[in-house]
């Protein structure tokens, strides 16, 4: 059987606003903040599984440096500097396949490292979540 990816077709939608303009070899790296379940072995052999409460993610966007909505994403980082008003929800679709993502709450944590060069660059923006109930790592038609 023959399945199929397409990166065009992976939608990140954050506050309400389709976000383009993405990187010439990466969209998007999600990765959870908590160590989700580890184990631990006692000298006797029995073993005690922990598991991690912590429910949040770290997402990078990745965009072209001309990009329009690194503007976008530079100014909901300044508004919630100086409000705390720039949580927005956070939604990844991965079109051609089953792949889904969904927090409630997240927000940029910091402007990237910017480096200007001979040809134009990436500009890595790294969000943050809240709590996140929503979230299956999945194949592809």
Not at 93 to 105: H, I, P, Q, Y
Not at 126 to 134: H, Q, R, S, Y
Request: charge should be negative; charged fraction near 30%.
């Amino acid at each position: 059987m023959t399945k199929t990816y397409d990166p065009k077709k992976n939608i990140i939608v954050f506050g309400g606003k389709e976000i383009h303009g993405f990187a010439e070899d990466s969209i998007v790296e999600i990765e959870p903040k908590g160590d989700g379940i580890t184990s631990v072995t006692g000298c006797d052999g029995e073993v005690t599984r922990n598991i991690d409460p912590n429910r949040q993610y770290t997402v990078t966007l990745k965009l072209k440096q001309s990009s329009d909505d690194n503007d976008y994403l530079s100014n909901l980082h300044d508004l919630d500097r100086a409000t705390g008003r720039g949580m927005r929800p956070l939604a990844i679709k991965d079109l051609t396949g089953s792949t889904r993502f969904f927090a409630k709450e997240a927000w940029v944590t910091k402007h990237p490292t910017v480096s200007k060069e001979k040809e134009s660059g990436t500009n890595e923006w790294v969000l943050e979540t809240g709590p996140v109930d929503d979230y299956i790592v999945g194949g592809n038609n």
